[in-house]
T-cell receptor
Framework: EAGVVQSPRYKIIEKKQPVAFWCNPISGHNTLYWYLQNLGQGPELLIRYENEEAVDDSQLPKDRFSAERLKGVDSTLKIQPAELGDSAVYLC??????????????FGPGTRLTVL | TQLLEQSPQFLSIQEGENLTVYCNSSSVFSSLQWYRQEPGEGPVLLVTVVTGGEVKKLKRLTFQFGDARKDSSLHITAAQPGDTGLYLCAGVKVNDYKLSFGAGTTVTVRA
């Protein structure tokens, strides 16, 4: 079974440029998460989708970040415009059912963003 | 302040030695998970504990959930270079769904 796929794996852009990350979750997984991981820190949740609905985007900086999961399968996270402080690893994860205390999340390899 | 505090932040030991990583909080969790993350990869789940006082073993790794469900520990016996990585604890608070991560412990096992 294929795992969570993310692309690109690495992205270098100049500040004020737009950037987009793509995630394809494990087939059949209803819930999809986007996390941000700064160097030396654990992942922090940006947004959670249950099917195509964004059920928790409270931590997403909506002035510059946007996300979509139009058909309830793959998802795109966008930053426009990017700032120096956005340099981090962006992780996508998926889980089989609806979010719960023991629902296992499977993580992709992440996209490492560097903003110059 | 982080919901989950991990200690130590860094740990470097010789192959064959034992190590323990701690994860502490003032909050009560319905479940707590341990992940290992290698450079350039996403975190991979090692174990989930849900019952206070629970102990789970995975080969040379022993995980314990505190009686009050506020803390956990990971003990590795006879560490090997393949155990090198970032160990993250993550928990779901009671009556919540959100998984909150600690900052992680970077473990280096020298051959």
């Amino acid at each position: 079974e294929a795992g969570v796929v993310q692309s690109p794996r690495y992205k270098i852009i100049e500040k004020k440029q737009p950037v987009a990350f793509w995630c394809n979750p494990i087939s059949g997984h209803n819930t999809l998460y986007w996390y941000l991981q700064n160097l030396g820190q654990g992942p922090e949740l940006l947004i959670r989708y249950e099917n195509e609905e964004a059920v928790d985007d409270s931590q997403l900086p909506k002035d510059r970040f946007s996300a979509e999961r139009l058909k309830g399968v793959d998802s795109t996270l966008k930053i426009q415009p990017a700032e120096l402080g956005d340099s981090a690893v962006y992780l996508c994860a998926s889980s089989p059912g609806l979010a719960g205390s023991t629902d296992t999340q499977y993580f992709g390899p992440g996209t490492r963003l560097t903003v110059l | 302040t982080q919901l989950l505090e991990q200690s130590p932040q860094f740990l470097s030991i010789q192959e064959g030695e034992n190590l323990t990583v701690y994860c502490n909080s003032s909050s009560v969790f319905s479940s707590l998970q341990w992940y290992r993350q290698e450079p350039g990869e996403g975190p991979v789940l090692l174990v989930t504990v849900v019952t206070g006082g629970e102990v789970k073993k995975l080969k040379r790794l022993t995980f314990q959930f505190g009686d009050a469900r506020k803390d956990s520990s990971l003990h590795i016996t006879a560490a090997q270079p393949g155990d090198t990585g970032l160990y993250l604890c993550a928990g779901v608070k009671v009556n919540d769904y959100k998984l909150s991560f600690g900052a992680g412990t970077t473990v280096t096992v020298r051959a």
